[in-house]
């Protein structure tokens, strides 16, 4: 079983760029988040969807964009990279968009911005 | 934004040793509390979704507690092993705002020495 995708594992950008990062999941889950996770911070929320056609902000959205146009992915898109957002990134899904359903964590995208 | 806290930062124990650490979230508008495990260079899984005042969940050696009323939660690990060593996060639903949205803790990063 595949579970949550992510690509790139590893990205090094510059200032300026802009790149997605991408997220698959094969469970036909619902419900499909990002979270960054920063030195000394726990893991924060940057964008949610309870279903396809369906997003919304979390804790940190500023400087990142997404869209669930299927139940299957979820890209996250950096418009404009800034070294504040260098951090590691993993999305995450659940069956449902409710408090009880545990999440299934991808492996994780290193991200560095020079 | 709820504030959920976890104590101790970290933890060193002995092979054998039995352990506990603890999560702290507000008491008011509960929906769940989620416990997960985080080893290096990997994903974090999830040990358990605690619901009802009360719960009490078991995976092996490792166990949790639940108590809505006084906002705190337990994870107990009995006979700590070197395998045991990770950080350990909880999570819950924000105090304002909808059950969809995890907030987690900084963790707890427990190392065992053989």
Same mark, same amino acid.
């Given at each position: 079983?595949?579970? =949550?995708?992510?690509?790139?594992?590893? #990205? @090094? &950008?510059?200032?300026?760029?802009?790149?997605? &990062?991408?997220?698959? #999941? *094969?469970?036909?889950?619902?419900?499909?988040?990002? +979270?960054?996770? *920063?030195?000394?911070?726990? &893991?924060? &929320?940057?964008?949610?969807?309870?279903?396809?056609?369906?997003? *919304?902000? %979390?804790? =940190?959205?500023?400087?990142?964009?997404?869209?669930?146009?299927?139940?299957?992915?979820?890209?996250?898109?950096?418009?404009?990279?800034?070294?504040?957002?260098? $951090? @590691? +990134?993993?999305?995450? $899904?659940?069956?449902?968009?409710?408090?009880?359903?545990?999440?299934?964590?991808? $492996?994780?995208?290193?991200?560095?911005?020079? | 934004?709820?504030?959920?806290?976890? !104590?101790? #930062?970290?933890?060193?124990? #002995?092979?054998?040793?039995?352990?506990?650490?603890?999560?702290?979230?507000?008491?008011?508008?509960?929906?769940?509390?989620?416990?997960?495990?985080?080893?290096?260079?990997?994903?974090?899984?999830?040990?358990? @979704?605690?619901?009802?005042? /009360?719960?009490?969940?078991?995976? /092996?050696?490792?166990?949790?507690?639940?108590?809505?009323?006084?906002?705190?939660? +337990?994870?107990?690990?009995? %006979? !700590?092993?070197?395998? *045991? !060593?990770?950080?350990?996060?909880?999570? !819950?639903?924000?105090?304002?705002? /909808?059950?969809?949205?995890? @907030?987690?803790?900084? %963790?707890?990063?427990?190392?065992?020495?053989?």
């Amino acid at each position: 079983n595949a579970g =949550v995708t992510q690509t790139p594992k590893f #990205q @090094v &950008l510059k200032t300026g760029q802009s790149m997605t &990062l991408q997220c698959a #999941q *094969d469970m036909n889950h619902e419900y499909m988040s990002w +979270y960054r996770q *920063d030195p000394g911070m726990g &893991l924060r &929320l940057i964008h949610y969807s309870v279903g396809a056609g369906i997003t *919304d902000q %979390g804790e =940190v959205p500023n400087g990142y964009n997404v869209s669930r146009s299927t139940t299957e992915d979820f890209p996250l898109r950096l418009l404009s990279a800034a070294p504040s957002q260098t $951090s @590691v +990134y993993f999305c995450a $899904s659940s069956r449902r968009g409710t408090a009880n359903e545990k999440l299934f964590f991808g $492996s994780g995208t290193q991200l560095s911005v020079l | 934004i709820l504030n959920v806290e976890q !104590s101790p #930062q970290s933890l060193h124990v #002995q092979e054998g040793d039995s352990t506990n650490f603890t999560c702290s979230f507000p008491s008011s508008n509960f929906y769940a509390l989620h416990w997960y495990r985080w080893e290096t260079a990997k994903s974090p899984e999830a040990l358990f @979704v605690m619901t009802l005042n /009360g719960d009490e969940k078991k995976k /092996g050696r490792i166990s949790a507690t639940l108590n809505t009323k006084e906002g705190y939660s +337990y994870l107990y690990i009995k %006979g !700590s092993q070197p395998e *045991d !060593s990770a950080t350990y996060l909880c999570a !819950s639903p924000p105090f304002q705002g /909808g059950s969809e949205k995890l @907030v987690f803790g900084k %963790g707890t990063k427990l190392t065992v020495n053989p």
